[in-house]
């Protein structure tokens, strides 16, 4: 039973360092769910292969453009290439009237339905649930509402021993009310922005560093960290991941294109 | 004195075949127009070493979103890297709202100003003009809203012997209307997004076949075409380009990433 993430991007604020805008691709036996979608999303699913029609669930955490300005160019897309099956979107409200004035103005009328499921910014907030997952969001700290996103499988299949998890968590600044929410996840994917020597500005910006990141994976009793969501200033990233690493050793960088499989 | 064209995308409707979405540079004396701007653009730009921050004038031709998709990043990539030079902004009258709702839900305030010029769809449009260059636009037949634009040197330099102009006519179903405003055009754009089998797909779509564009090309006396706005279905496009030959020998296919010297 597939139980794995494909990063599509790993950037922050703008595409740079060949790297992309904000997009997780998780394949929750081969149910797919997108989170998050930077600018060039498609390209990139299309880049690694992944057929845009058998997206089922699409989840924007908050309303920064380099999380959500590619959405609009999916949906239309998926529109062109004759989608017929209902897409489920999760979404602070007000996407909704960014998405109907872009068709409206092209005299677009979508040949498939959206069914739109406003985020609430208090507490966990059951998503969607099957008979092998549950999808919870859960509120951030960060200077738009935002909010974070755990995939939970319950009743595991009898070759896995232990319930498989993903939770991500972007943007946020240094926020142990997360906690809770993430508690011994399997794959924490969370924002890493800036080094150390900027945690000022992180916090500023409600922004985390890797060290910060690291200290909510130790913390949450996470298995795996990956961190992303890079400024634009670090070409490298391998000096985060060493500072991460510091404070909590099974970190790895989200690198684009690479398929992560989920124990 | 500079006068060129740098391609940025040439697909119709969908990134396919390695092909973007529309969007065409025109380095007129160092004066940079960007006309279109399908999601991806900004990427686009970057690769081509082309710095967003010299761009001064943006001219969208229509509200379909494969033109315009790409706007809204390239506005939040330019504050975000701290461009405060007004830049002039040719569209039809509706983007003004999608750029304020976007901007407004991000909690952005640009820090510059976006000069909004609201595109009419009758005749002949002064856009811009100084000592050496004109830009107007003219109406084109599609299936909402949508101009094309001229660009013609006036008082041309010594070393060069004919005032120089560059036309964009994208989309557009077969339409003679227009070939007052661009006769004797140096370079003439014009959009192919079929072959010849598919003219009546073309029309009932108000796009054209690669055989129309260089009926256009001819009757105009364009000294050079170039094709583009392929459909996703033509992996390779050298038969369209072969087709429009046959009218047209000066046929020439937009190839994402050339620098086209306009004489």
């Given at each position: 039973m597939t139980f794995s993430l494909t990063v599509l991007g790993s950037n922050a604020a703008i595409p740079a360092n060949n790297r992309n805008l904000s997009a997780h691709l998780l394949n929750a036996n081969e149910r797919l769910f997108l989170i998050d979608c930077g600018e060039g999303t498609q390209h990139q699913l299309r880049k690694y292969h992944v057929s845009i029609g058998?997206?089922?669930?699409?989840?924007?955490?908050?309303?920064?453009?380099?999380?959500?300005?590619?959405?609009?160019?999916?949906?239309?897309?998926?529109?062109?290439?004759?989608?017929?099956?209902?897409?489920?979107?999760?979404?602070?409200?007000?996407?909704?009237?960014?998405?109907?004035?872009?068709?409206?103005a092209s005299l677009t009328r979508l040949n498939f339905q959206i069914v739109f499921q406003p985020l609430c910014f208090e507490g966990l907030q059951l998503l969607f649930e099957n008979e092998r997952?549950?999808?919870?969001?859960?509120?951030?700290?960060?200077?738009?509402?935002?909010?974070?996103?755990?995939?939970?499988?319950?009743?595991?299949?009898?070759?896995?021993?232990?319930?498989r998890s993903y939770a991500y968590c972007s943007d946020t600044g240094?926020?142990?009310?997360?906690?809770?929410?993430?508690?011994?996840?399997?794959?924490?994917?969370?924002?890493a922005t800036f080094m150390q020597d900027l945690a000022s500005a992180a916090a500023d910006k409600l922004h985390s560093t890797a060290m910060e990141a690291?200290?909510?994976?130790?913390?949450?009793?996470?298995?795996?960290?990956?961190?992303?969501?890079?400024?634009?200033?670090?070409e490298d990233v391998e000096p985060l991941v060493a500072e991460a690493r510091t404070i909590f050793p099974e970190t790895y960088p989200a690198e684009e294109g690479s398929v992560i499989n989920i124990f």
């Open positions: 058998k997206i089922r669930h699409v989840l924007i955490s908050h309303l920064h453009g380099d999380h959500f300005f590619g959405l609009i160019g999916l949906l239309n897309s998926m529109h062109l290439l004759g989608r017929r099956e209902v897409l489920h979107l999760y979404a602070p409200a007000r996407l909704q009237e960014i998405i109907d004035i872009q068709l409206d997952l549950q999808v919870h969001s859960f509120p951030l700290l960060h200077s738009v509402p935002a909010c974070g996103f755990i995939f939970r499988e319950i009743n595991p299949p009898r070759n896995v021993p232990l319930a240094y926020c142990e009310q997360i906690i809770p929410y993430i508690t011994e996840v399997g794959l924490l994917y969370h924002e690291a200290a909510i994976a130790l913390k949450a009793r996470a298995r795996k960290l990956l961190v992303g969501h890079f400024s634009a200033r670090y």
